[in-house]
């Protein structure tokens, strides 16, 4: 199957069936930027790379590029509480790494492990996140199996309080029907957990922070990690797609621009 590119309009049509209102519960949920997700009305809206062990990549990336200590095991646990157990905790592989090791699983884990320097972690970190995937998993982690190949379209990064299913069928002119995927990243829900999982990643020492450093430092540096990672991401994976933000507003009016080519 060919992948379907959309273009603006396309994305508005996406935009005005696929977005759901964020509960409280879970807004700190995440799952991956994947497309592949099934829509469903409890799927978590906080798209990341690589979802909670995607993060644990980027608060490793941000102590070595600014020179601070990060303990991953401390870090794993404290976003295990961050998101309320170890069952909350998810991450993705997919059907064809169910069946070959080597063919599939989360896109961007796996760069990370092949391309550890452009993320700046190194190969010890990156094989340590892979190691407690399967840890956490066996403990119960929330691994999410997606199927079929990337069909995404399309990149939105999303602002307000609203979230987006990744997948749609289009109306074609010629009457048929095309499905279509997204990749989506969460930017206003990303910043947010940012925030509060920054204050509580120093209460847990987690990290170890210089004296005139504080949580709104590692909230910065951390949100500067996150652009590094997803930027890393989309240009292997999203390549001469679109970039589209979409901007909620609180009553759930939005608007969407076109912003840039990966
Ligand atoms: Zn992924």
């Known amino acids: 199957m060919k992948k379907f590119i959309l273009n603006l309009a396309e994305v508005q049509e996406l935009v005005a069936h696929n977005s759901y209102t964020v509960s409280e519960k879970q807004k700190f949920l995440s799952r991956c930027i994947d497309g592949r997700y099934e829509n469903s009305s409890d799927l978590p809206a906080l798209g990341i790379p690589g979802g909670d062990l995607g993060d644990l990549a980027i608060i490793a990336a941000a102590g070595n590029e600014f020179g601070f200590e990060v303990n991953l095991q401390k870090t794993s646990d404290t976003l295990i509480e961050f998101v309320g ?3 909350n905790f998810s991450f993705h592989t997919d059907s064809h790494a169910v069946k070959n090791l080597a063919a599939g699983g989360c896109g961007h884990i796996k760069l990370i492990t ?14 340590s996140i892979k190691k407690t995937a399967q840890e956490l998993k066996e ?8 199927h079929g190949d990337h069909m995404e379209g399309a990149v939105l990064v999303v602002r307000g309080d609203y979230g987006i299913k990744p ?8 009457g048929g029907i095309k499905k279509v995927q997204v990749f989506i990243f969460h930017r206003t829900l990303v910043d947010s957990r940012h925030k509060e999982l920054s204050q509580k990643l120093i209460e847990n020492k987690a990290v170890k922070l210089f004296e005139n450093q504080d949580a709104e430092y590692l909230y ?4 500067e990690e996150t652009d590094n990672h997803l930027f890393e991401t989309a240009r292997h994976l999203a390549k001469n797609l679109r970039i589209f933000e979409v901007n909620f507003k609180n009553n759930g ?4 621009k076109e912003v840039g080519i990966v």
């Open 85 to 87: 157990g170890v069952g």
């Open 114 to 127: 092949t391309e550890n320097e452009a993320y700046k972690v190194t190969k010890e970190q990156a094989e």
């Open 139 to 146: 403990k119960g982690a929330n691994e999410v199996v997606l």
């Open 167 to 174: 997948q749609y069928e289009l109306q074609t002119d010629e």
């Open 220 to 223: 910065e540096v951390l949100s």
């Open 253 to 256: 009016e939005y608007e969407v």
